[in-house]
């Protein structure tokens, strides 16, 4: 069972350029999550979407954006990187809406922009 | 808004020795907690949720954690803990759509 597959795995950026984050899951989860990962600070919501076609802003959203054009996939795109966004990021989904349904979360993408 | 504290950036232990985490949460209704645990280059996984109903609530790998709602604490303990058991760990709340994160612990079990 794959559950949430990121890609890539790492990857090094310069500063200025785009890149996109895959998330993929096959759990036919109605709910996806971008985190990042930073140490001392815990998680961070970047964005969020509640089900296919829909999506809402998480506590850090500025330099990212994300779409949600069917319920698998779920991409983070970094239009024009900075220094700043060097972070572990992390993918999640959960199987509906209501609040004590827990997250399940992909193996993240280690990004390092320079 | 809701938010969880994590007051301890680390925790070291002896192998067999009881382990707390401990974690202390603010929302403005009922709350919706949950324990996660990361090991190293891995995403987080899952522990246990506390809903509503008992107190302590059972988790994954014998972990339990107890919801003390008078001091809005919601510990994550290990009766007996495991050099395998070390790795940081995650509490969280969530309301509406949202999951926020506390910080982190690290725990460390000394063989």
Redesign the interface.
């Known amino acids: 069972t794959a559950g949430?597959t990121q890609a890539p795995t790492s990857q090094i950026l310069a500063a200025g350029r785009s890149m996109t984050l895959r998330c993929t899951q096959d759990m036919r989860h109605n709910?996806m999550?971008w985190?990042r990962q930073d140490l001392?600070?815990?998680?961070?919501?970047i964005h969020?979407s509640?089900t296919a076609g829909t999506t809402?802003k998480?506590e850090v959203p500025d330099g990212y954006s994300v779409s949600r054009a069917n319920t698998d996939d779920f991409p983070l795109t970094l239009a024009s990187a900075v220094p700043s966004q060097t972070s572990v990021y992390?993918c999640?989904s959960s199987d509906s809406?209501t609040?004590?349904s827990?997250?399940?979360?992909?193996?993240?993408t280690r990004l390092t922009v320079t | 808004a809701q938010s969880v504290a994590q007051p301890e950036d680390q925790v070291n232990v002896a192998e067999g020795n009881p382990l707390t985490v401990k974690c202390t949460y603010s929302v403005s209704g009922n709350p919706y907690l949950f324990w996660y645990v990361q090991y190293p280059n891995r995403g987080l996984q899952f522990l246990l949720k506390y809903i509503t109903g008992d107190n302590l609530v059972k988790g994954s790998y014998g972990f339990e954690a107890e919801f003390n709602k008078s001091q809005t604490s919601f510990h994550l303990k290990k009766p007996s803990a495991l050099v395998s058991d070390s790795a940081l760990y995650f509490c969280a709340v969530r309301e509406d759509y949202k999951l926020s994160f506390g910080a982190g612990t690290t725990v460390t079990v000394r063989a």
């Open positions: 949430i709910a999550y985190y001392g600070l815990g998680l961070r919501l969020y509640n809402g998480g992390f999640a809406n609040q004590n827990p997250l399940h979360f992909g193996n993240g």
